[in-house]
């Protein structure tokens, strides 16, 4: 028999709240249209984009990050010093060491919270939620706060036809606690490294560091492949969490999927035959792509907005590069 004490923890877990910061520049599509070869209506076109949000040159990615998580944690109703781990989804800081997460706990004021970046790009808020879930129910923590944020006009490469209408920057944080019922079904998740080289860096930074040549480490993206697996693999997994939640897709309150583009927003909801009454994030037409923030930014705006209704169900699916992707149905806060 073990001498160890076993971990005790809630029942289940819930999202308490949400909160979120954009950037106040708007940058359109036709300031975008000055380094590339492109125009607004072939933007819109093909992604569904009018507009975004860049941060100010001195604005950080932890700046963006202690912004959407100081609402988060006002609107949860505890203290700071109330939460216990800290998880920030973000490929965008540009420090491999030490993580935005530890610097946001103590600006915070919840020292000594765990504290970890997760590195699932646009997959990172529900690797997130999934984790801070586990925590709850596992015991390890009883409030996890989990932002996901992104300054990716930091490594945008302007003059890219491919990418530069595409990416864009902002941050959107949920508390995570403790829950008598069930509030976040099973989460769905995993990755195909085999296709690792379809979102990545255009070099990395010993390669940068080396060579006279080589580029500043900038996205670029294999369109066409991710397009398709997007379309084509993610509607599934998205299915595979309703299953694992026992609901249909008419029970939801809303979809809000990654905001990667929006005739991929549009395939899926065709293949899931997402029914009229279910609102369906599109965040992505005056947002951009945001990668790990463009979830909770999209639930806190359409909360604000009154588009949704606090204890509805929503179906939340991240999906990018790695190519990672995680899905999961939650009760809206």
């Not at 950080?60 to 989804?89: F, H, K, W, Y």
Request: net charge negative; glycine share 8%; aromatic share 6%.
């Amino acid at each position: 028999m073990s001498r160890l004490t076993p971990a005790v923890g809630a029942p289940h877990a819930r999202i308490l709240s949400v909160g979120s910061y954009r950037p106040e520049r708007v940058v359109t599509n036709e300031e975008i249209c000055r380094t590339i070869d492109s125009s607004d209506q072939w933007i819109r076109e093909r992604s569904g984009i009018v507009s975004r949000r860049f941060a100010a040159p001195e604005e950080s990615v932890t700046d963006m990050a202690e912004q959407a998580a100081r609402a988060a944690i006002e609107r949860a109703g505890i203290a700071a010093s109330d939460v216990d781990a800290v998880l920030v989804a973000t490929v965008s800081h540009p420090y491999q060491t030490p993580s935005s997460a530890t610097l946001l706990a103590h600006r915070l004021g919840s020292t000594p919270a765990a504290a970890l970046d997760i590195s699932a790009a646009c997959a990172g808020f529900s690797y997130g939620v999934a984790l801070a879930a586990d925590m709850v129910r596992g015991g390890s923590a009883r409030h996890v706060l989990v932002v996901g944020v992104e300054k990716l006009s930091d490594f945008l490469d302007l003059h890219d036809r491919s990418t530069a209408f595409l990416f864009a920057d902002g941050a959107g944080a949920v508390v995570i606690g403790p829950s008598d019922t069930p509030a976040i079904g099973p989460t769905v998740w995993g990755s195909d490294g085999a296709q690792w080289d379809a979102i990545v860096n255009k070099s990395s930074w010993l390669e940068y560091r080396d060579s006279d040549h080589a580029q500043w480490p900038a996205l670029k993206m294999e369109g066409q492949p991710v397009f398709r697996w997007a379309v084509w693999a993610m509607s599934p997994v998205a299915q595979k969490a309703l299953d694992a939640a026992g609901i249909a897709v008419g029970d939801l309150e809303a979809f809000i999927p990654h905001q990667a583009n929006a005739r991929i927003i549009d395939a899926m909801v065709k293949q899931l035959r997402v029914p009229d009454h279910v609102v369906v994030a599109r965040d992505i037409v005056d947002s951009g792509n945001t990668s790990a923030a463009s979830i909770p930014l999209a639930m806190d705006r359409m909360l604000s907005a009154g588009e949704i209704r606090s204890g509805g169900l929503a179906l939340l699916i991240g999906f990018g590069a790695g190519l990672a992707y995680a899905a999961q149905v939650v009760e809206l806060p």
